[in-house]
């Protein structure tokens, strides 16, 4: 189909764009990679009167160390960020960016795009979730930082406001003994996640989990916690015998989705396979 008629403008500046979005109010749409705003459009799911293209502000592409943390700009694209050298010791974010769609859709598709979109089958929500990142937002008042924890509020809704831009996302590396991965299964023909699972494990001096974080993406309207795994493993020893029992609850506190693709008991089961699968891959990264 063939998308409804739009006004179109590229900011070279996120000040730029944060006017054009307070002087365009809920008539306006921040375009950044397209790859989840233009098929909405084609199918007139989303008709914004204005569009505005965010792809040349240079200051929102790339990844940097600084200060411990690395910070990714939020119109790096997935592919960057799969082979970025600065991403060593982001496992589950590396993994997660590379599971996405195809080669095309990685080189265009970015992670700001995809944070603030909230699809809930997408796959970076549940890695920025179990790496504990933070999540800059600049608007009108200026800038504030937001935990994942708090970002994503339900079927493509976050705590992103109005009139504000997405630009930055910062995440610490992995410390010592300390283990992360993303493991999803996905939908045949999109490559979106029927459930995808990021994991990261960190082993105290005595060999038992000292700190443990569960993401689950696909299985419900957004992505989410899986406090029921993490409170289950932590402060075990992380034998296979304890994560099985600790994936258990993956399921909990979700009100799986149920389509053509998968049932709800179906989704339901995958959150307890695939936490499994990455938790172990997770404990293994650890050193355990």
């Known amino acids: 189909m063939i998308p409804a008629s739009f006004e179109y403008v590229a900011p070279s500046s996120v000040d730029e764009a944060i006017a054009l979005l307070r002087q365009h109010g809920d008539q306006a749409k921040l375009l950044a990679g397209g790859h989840s705003l233009i098929p909405l459009m084609k199918l007139r799911l989303s008709e914004p009167g204005v569009l505005i293209d965010i792809g040349n502000i240079d200051a929102l ?13 939020a119109l790096t694209t997935y592919a960057a960020i799969g082979t970025a050298r600065e991403a060593a010791g982001l496992d589950a974010l590396r993994e997660a960016a590379l599971a996405v769609g195809d080669a095309q859709v990685r080189n265009r598709g970015t992670i700001g795009g995809s944070l603030a979109h909230a699809d809930p089958g997408a796959d970076l929500p549940a890695a920025v979730l179990a790496l504990d990142a933070a999540i800059t937002l600049r608007g009108p008042n200026g800038e504030r930082t937001v935990p994942a924890d708090g970002f994503f509020q339900g079927l493509f809704a976050t705590d992103l406001g109005e009139d504000e831009v997405l630009t930055e996302v910062r ?39 000292s700190d443990v974080r569960v993401a689950i993406t696909g299985a419900g309207d957004h992505a989410a ?3 029921g795994v993490e ?3 932590r402060g075990q020893r992380p034998t296979d015998e304890a994560i099985t029992a600790a994936a258990a609850h993956a399921a909990e506190g979700i009100d799986p989705l149920g389509d053509i693709h998968a049932s709800a008991e179906y989704r339901a089961e995958l959150t307890r396979v695939f936490s499994r699968r990455a938790l172990r891959a997770a404990r293994d990264r650890a050193g355990a």
């Open 171 to 209: 995440l610490a590396p992995a410390g010592a003994r300390t283990g992360s991965t993303y493991v999803k299964f996905a939908n045949p023909a999109s490559g979106y996640a029927i459930v995808g699972v990021a994991a990261r494990l960190t082993l105290g001096a005595d060999g038992t989990v």
């Open 61 to 73: 592409r790339g990844l940097r160390r600084t200060n411990g943390s690395v910070a990714i700009g």
């Open 231 to 233: 409170n289950a493993l």
């Open 225 to 227: 916690r899986a406090s």
